[in-house]
């Protein structure tokens, strides 16, 4: 009875591990622990002739290629992951986690935005060269599309307004609700004003419903446009692009429908069915020991 303990426990322990390494390489829809940095800026009044930053978001579950928002303190600014993978979070790139850990991916060209009074910014990724999953099966999809500032959440609304929302895949723009979506689940933990253009996980949960689905994957390029107000002076550079690149409107590229639903657009990541296994493994071998009594 005592080796088959000795089995069970190494079992157990040894699916434990796979676990933990599985869950520190994969992003998951999860409010982020708040930088130092981040939390000094939430803190931070509002200074309407100040410089601020808007960092573009992206995840896209199967291939967990992402790139998280700036004031993470495991894959942002500051991110201890990014610190063990030499890497820097504004070195221009997307980011994919795989068994080894974060790498960069080759190639694409992040678009960030400084923000120094009222105008339209934009934010986005270039260069995508195929680099996402373009097979559409439920088990990968385009799961996140947003922005995240150094702005305090406390001034949104008062005096900083976010408006004119546009997101375009591939040149084409895709329906986005006419009212910025402030996903609270991450503002309320950072203090920082973030907006979606896209959740699933939130569209999921029902607190943006509206959220479109990306049904084709952009192979090229994915920007968010918007409109910033509430400072003291315009920016006479932030205006918004031509005509020519923000045109070719496609319906059908994305759904709406809040009745569309994946499976995979929940909170959990690949992870969940690991944690089902340990436990299975783990009450399966305390039967048969019991039986061997």
């Known amino acids: 009875m005592r080796k088959s303990l000795r089995k069970v426990a190494a079992t157990v322990s040894a699916l434990a591990l796979a676990l933990a390494v599985t869950a520190t390489a994969v992003p998951v829809d999860v409010s982020a622990e708040t930088s130092k940095a981040g939390k000094k800026a939430a803190k931070a009044d509002f200074d309407a002739d100040g410089t601020y930053h808007a960092y573009f978001g992206f995840q896209e579950t199967g291939t967990w290629i992402f790139r998280d928002e700036w004031y993470s303190d495991t ?18 790139t997307l980011f994919q986690s795989d068994k080894n850990g974060v790498v960069a991916i ?3 060209q992040v678009q960030d935005a400084e923000i120094k009074g009222n105008g339209t910014y934009t934010v986005g990724v270039s260069g995508l060269n195929n680099c996402l999953d373009t097979k559409g099966d439920s088990e990968t999809k385009v799961s996140m599309i947003y922005v995240d500032t150094d702005i305090p959440m406390a001034a949104k609304d008062n005096p900083v307004t976010i408006s004119d929302v546009k997101l375009l895949c591939d040149g084409k723009e895709i329906s986005v609700p006419s009212d910025p979506f402030y996903p609270t689940e991450y503002t309320d933990e950072s203090k920082l004003l ?7 996980y939130q569209k999921d949960k029902g607190e943006y419903a509206d959220s479109p689905d990306i049904t084709v994957v952009p ?10 107000s509430g400072f003291n002076s315009d920016n006479p550079d932030a205006v918004a692009e031509s005509a020519d690149a923000t045109s070719a409107s496609s319906d059908a590229n994305t759904t709406s429908d809040a009745s569309t639903t994946s499976t995979t657009s929940k909170k959990s990541s690949p992870v969940v069915p690991i944690v089902i296994v340990v436990v299975v493994v783990a009450v399966v071998a305390v039967v048969v020991v019991k039986k061997k009594k």
């Open 75 to 92: 894959l942002g600014i500051d991110g201890k992951d990014m610190k063990k993978a030499k890497l820097a979070f504004d070195n221009g």
């Open 106 to 108: 080759e190639g694409t």
């Open 194 to 200: 973030r907006f979606d253009a896209m959740n699933s």
């Open 219 to 228: 192979t090229d390029s994915i920007q968010i446009q918007f409109t910033v």
